[in-house]
Every structure is written in structure tokens, then in C-alpha cells.
């Protein structure tokens, strides 16, 4: 078996150790004689699977004991729907800030369910940096205000967190939940794709303080209803049940290595290493202004395009994959989340080094 170094933007890399044990007990689990993808959600194997993940994912991110903790299906996109549905009650005013082609997904889906305020846009510097809080254009009777802390894409993460006053704060989490410690208790939301930084697609995690959750707009459907969610357990149906046990497998190794005090700090070393590789060259460059490059996807482009071919057949060759930018940026990519190893990130500053002495 070889395994590559992944850095794929999402669906992204798992953690090995969490894959073997997952294969350890493919066929059977603890003893169960049957996989946990075969197990009736409401069996007493599977409810202590999914409670088991639910407590570590708290401990690990401290979450206050008056916020619920939901598993659920659709991806982050359904929750750019799910959102002013629950919150913004007979379509009233939100808040918006649009930093990169995933806020705005979420903006274009909002617009159908509320009365949206776009807060600060940097659509017209091209996404390469975040707003200042002096520059956010906040309405006080905004139902919410709504941020990607992290633009998977333009690899844009603000460095500080919005002050929203008695506003609650929503943030699509999707590529940075788990990259480090945060405060749970300053948002009203939090929510994430599992496919970047907690497990495999199909599992959306979200966080809601929970005097938020109760009345709905009209006509909103049942398997958005934050409210029956919340009561059922996550189980209002068939809940993602495989995706959550793996998630659940990657809240445990996350607490083996540390804790997210622990895994941030490792983070903080890949994304130095990196930049300050592509700063030190003249050959890379990254657009993102410094205090707002993300420590999570890294984009980055060569001096001449004409190479990104041959820096893609390169890589790969050298067992680094999935480094293409997105079609909408161009250039690279290389996302480097919990899962990415140090030896991983280093291997691809060796592969650059090389590649620019032999091309540029
Ligand atoms: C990947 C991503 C999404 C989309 O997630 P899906 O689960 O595919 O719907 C939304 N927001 C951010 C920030 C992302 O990185």
C-alpha cells in the first residue's frame, strides 16, 4: 500500500490512524458482528457511537452546555437555506459580509429567505483580504450576522472575530472547525461540512445556542426544522450514521493529540513553513494581504503559467496530489488541514524548491 500526500480542498485528507482503525473494525464492531454502516440507528451500539462523538466533540471545543449540537445531513449548502429559515422569522433583515465565493453561495441562497444587508463585501480587491471590524456596516435589528471565518477557495480567514453586539453571530465554519481553540459562547451558530476537517461527506455539524432554536418561518420543511432536529437527537430520520462514527473516530484522535491547543499550534508550523517558503521565493506568490492568509488552504500561483501543468505531473509524481487551484482562481492549492501531516507540507516545500531551481 503507498498512500499519497493529499491536499485536497474537500472532500480532504483523513487522518491514517483514524482510516486503519475504521478497517480494524469494518466488519465487525467491538464485538457487534456487524458493521457499523449495518447498525439500526436506534440500536444501543449506534446511540453509544453518537454519543460518544457528541461528548468529545464538546470537550474538545468546550461547548457551553446551553448550545445543541446537531448531526446533520445536506451539507453546509443546505444549511445557507436552513439558517434564515429558522432565524430570520417572516423573511426580516440580515447580515451579511461576502469574502469569497462560499459567502456568497450563502448570500445568493439567503436572499430567497430574507431581507439581506450585505455588511462589507471585498468582492472589489478580488477577495484577497477581510474586512476591518470599523468597516462592518451592522444592522441592530438584524435577525443575525452571517461570516465565513474561512474562504476555502481564496484562502482568506479573518484574524479577528466580529464583534456583533446583541446580534447573533453565524459562522460557516465549514474548512476551519477543529483548526484551533475557539470561543463556542460568542456565536449564536456555528456550523461545517464534515468533508474538510471532521470526516467524510455527507455529515454536517452544527452548533446552536439554543434559546435561538423555536419559531420558524412558515412552510419551512421538516428536515430543516432546527427545533425537531435538536428534539429528536439528530434522528427526526436516518441520521448519516457511518460519517458520524468517523467523526466520532476523529474527535478521539484529535483529543490523542492533544486537543485543539495542540493540533492549532502544529497548524500554525505547516502554515508558516509554507508561506514563508512561497514568500522567500520570487518564483510562488500568494495574493492574500499577510494578516488575513488562512493557516488552512493555501493558494499560491508560479511565476509563469505555462509551468502549472508541469508542476501538477511533478508533484504527483512525487506522491503530492489534489494541488490544482479552483477554476475560479487559478494557480495551486494546497489545503492543509488537521489531517495533513508536517512530513506532508514538507514534502511539498522540497518539491517546490526543486521544481523552481529546475524552472525558473
Ligand atoms: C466546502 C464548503 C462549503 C460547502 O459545503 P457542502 O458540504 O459541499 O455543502 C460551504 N462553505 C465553506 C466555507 C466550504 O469550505
Redesign the pocket.
Known amino acids: 500500500m503507498s498512500r499519497v500526500f493529499n491536499f485536497s ?2 472532500p480532504g485528507a483523513l487522518s491514517e490512524e483514524v482510516l486503519q482503525q475504521a478497517k480494524d473494525e469494518l466488519l465487525d464492531w467491538q464485538g457487534s458482528g456487524m458493521s457499523v454502516m449495518e447498525m439500526s440507528h436506534r440500536g444501543k451500539e449506534f446511540i453509544s457511537i453518537a454519543e460518544t462523538a457528541e461528548a468529545d466533540l464538546r470537550e474538545l471545543m468546550a461547548v457551553p452546555d446551553n448550545y445543541k449540537v446537531l448531526f446533520l445531513q ?5 444549511q445557507f437555506a436552513a439558517i434564515p429559515l429558522n432565524f430570520a422569522t417572516d423573511k426580516r433583515a440580515t447580515d451579511y459580509i461576502n469574502t469569497g465565493s ?1 459567502s456568497k ?2 448570500i445568493a441562497e439567503a436572499k430567497r429567505f430574507s431581507d439581506v444587508s450585505i455588511a462589507a463585501t471585498t468582492e472589489e480587491i478580488k477577495f484577497t483580504g477581510t474586512p476591518a471590524q470599523g468597516d462592518l456596516n451592522l444592522n441592530a435589528d438584524a435577525a443575525y450576522v452571517h461570516y ?1 471565518p ?4 481564496e484562502g482568506v480567514a479573518f484574524p479577528y472575530l466580529p464583534e456583533t453586539g446583541d446580534v447573533p453571530l453565524i459562522a ?4 476551519t472547525i477543529l483548526s484551533g481553540p475557539i470561543d463556542v459562547s460568542k456565536y449564536g451558530m456555528i456550523y461545517a ?4 476537517n471532521i470526516g467524510p ?1 455527507g455529515l ?1 455539524v452544527a452548533i446552536i445556542r439554543d434559546d435561538l432554536i423555536g419559531e420558524l418561518q412558515a412552510g419551512t420543511p421538516t428536515m430543516f426544522n432546527y427545533a425537531t432536529m435538536a428534539k429528536a437527537g439528530s434522528m427526526y430520520n436516518t441520521p448519516a450514521t457511518y460519517g458520524w462514527y468517523l467523526a466520532g473516530l476523529t474527535f478521539q484522535w484529535l483529543k490523542r493529540q492533544g486537543g485543539l491547543t495542540a493540533i492549532a499550534e502544529i497548524n500554525q508550523r505547516k502554515a508558516k513553513a509554507l508561506y514563508d517558503a512561497i514568500d522567500a521565493s520570487d518564483f510562488y506568490a500568494n495574493p492574500v494581504s499577510i494578516e488575513s492568509r488562512s493557516i488552512m488552504n493555501v493558494p499560491f500561483t508560479l511565476a509563469d503559467a505555462e509551468l502549472d501543468a508541469a508542476f501538477l505531473a511533478g508533484a504527483k509524481e512525487a506522491g503530492l496530489v489534489t494541488l490544482k487551484g479552483h477554476r475560479s482562481v487559478g494557480g495551486m492549492r494546497a489545503s492543509i488541514y488537521n489531517a495533513m501531516p508536517e512530513a506532508g507540507v514538507k514534502a511539498l516545500i522540497d518539491f517546490m524548491a526543486e521544481f523552481e531551481r529546475k524552472n525558473g
Open positions: 480542498a474537500g445536506g451539507g453546509a449548502s443546505s462560499w453561495k450563502a465565513t474561512n474562504e476555502t477557495i460557516d465554519m465549514s474548512s461540512g464534515a468533508q474538510k461527506a454536517t
